[in-house]
Nanobody, 121 residues
Framework: VQLQASGGGLVQAGRSLRLSCAAS????????MDWYRQAPGKKRALVAS???????DYADSVKGRFIISRDNAKNTVYLQMNSLKPEDTAVYYC????????????????WGKGTQVTVSS
């Protein structure tokens, strides 16, 4: 299973970016799909999460500004980031809980390589 993230870049404060992360490989089902971020000198932290049924959860710092969504047919998760702030600058990583066989009920976590988001003031 591979996760490929894209959509990062340099943007001015107040603008928007949309990240995408596509999963590929031997996939039977994908349970939760998450976005994490890691700023320089800080630990990696959960930004947003979405279940297979569409339930979402967000870090307090991004509530009301970021929207996580997924396309189950494409095995893809998105992160729409609005009203970006300089403190959103970080490397963003996607993670998915993937089952690779019908008997693999709980699945395992797979990570994508990060994509850099830089927000200038």
């Amino acid at each position: 299973v591979q996760l490929q993230a894209s959509g990062g870049g340099l943007v001015q404060a107040g603008r928007s970016l949309r990240l995408s992360c596509a999963a590929s490989g031997s996939i039977v089902r994908i349970r939760t799909m998450d976005w994490y971020r890691q700023a320089p000198g800080k630990k990696r932290a959960l930004v947003a999460s979405i279940t297979s049924g569409g339930s979402t959860d967000y870090a307090d710092s991004v509530k009301g500004r970021f929207i996580i969504s997924r396309d189950n047919a494409k095995n893809t998760v998105y992160l729409q980031m609005n009203s970006l702030k300089p403190e959103d600058t970080a490397v963003y990583y996607c993670k998915s809980r993937v089952a690779i066989s019908p008997s693999d009920y709980y699945g395992s976590d797979y990570w994508g390589k990060g994509t850099q988001v830089t927000v200038s003031s």
